[in-house]
């Protein structure tokens, strides 16, 4: 059983009393699984975060996500993404719908696109899908593909219906703008202890989150956070548009890396921001699932 997985169902099933999550971490990895590469990879996409150009009346996809090492906790800044796609016809073009991504400090990335369309693979559709190839430092790349939930071909494909593929296929959420919102984080077999951490004995560091987990939050959770200075932290959930806060947590914290566990809020499931505030300022916010 994958990690997440394991972690979901022990907890849906109360089989775990609360932990922390260092501890429970540490008796199983959690490794994303791979996906073919298929045949319409191209070298040198352009380092852009946009790759569709606009389509008339079709939404706008943005996907948010982290890319972690295997102990699911600790991000990999700079790790380098690739990702391309068919177009809305469910043709690959040889420029659009392909481009490059670097993760930022906290290992975050995104990028707008559109939801791919399908093209027929012999008998059947392939449902739609966005492939990823990650590379971070001399690690061997990492090739997989992202689905979305919902999609009526995902059971008769197989490469989406196989069980190993789970993680990978996400939810979409519409914003007040009509476009299409999904989260999708990436646990690379990364060893923590070969990532280089940020010195946080630094003055110039900022506040940040540094990672949620498990995301899609089930029920038990723990956000690490970085305070820069001892000051009120306040912790509170969102919709995607900034509306519906939820307090998680609030206090007087020191500077230093932070680790709060917190029960899943009463939302209903869907894709929401958790937002890190210090002495009332909002300085950080990360996109998670709530299932």
Known sequence: MKRRQALKSFITASILPFVPFKQLFAEVECI??????????????????????????????????????????????????DVWQANNDG????????GKIYTDEAGNYAFESIQPGKYLNGS????????????????????????????????????ASDPSAVDRIIPLSTDDNSNLNGVFDIYLNVEPQTVNTPDFNRNDISSKIQAIAPNPIVENFEI????????????????????????????????????????????????????????????????????
């Open 32 to 81: 994303s699984t791979s996906d073919i590469l298929g045949p319409y990879f191209i070298e040198g996409a352009p380092n852009i975060s946009n790759i569709a150009p606009a389509v008339a009346d079709v939404p706008r996809l943005y996907i948010t996500g982290t890319v972690y090492a295997k102990d699911c906790v600790t991000p990999l800044s700079n790790a380098l993404i």
């Open 91 to 98: 043709s690959y073009e040889d420029i659009d719908y392909r």
């Open 124 to 159: 059947y559709y392939r449902p739609s899908h966005i492939h990823y190839k990650v590379v971070y430092k001399n690690n061997p790349e990492f090739v997989t593909q992202l689905y979305f939930e919902g999609d009526t071909t995902i059971d008769i494909d197989p490469w």
């Open 224 to 291: 690490s956070f970085y305070n820069n200075t001892k000051a009120e932290v306040t912790i509170d959930i969102c919709d995607i548009m900034g509306r519906q806060s939820t307090l998680l947590f609030k206090g007087n914290c020191n500077k230093q890396l932070h680790k709060i566990p917190l029960k899943k809020p009463s939302l209903n499931s869907g894709i929401y921001s958790i937002r890190l505030s210090v002495n009332g300022k909002k300085v950080d916010a990360k996109r998670v699932m709530i299932n």
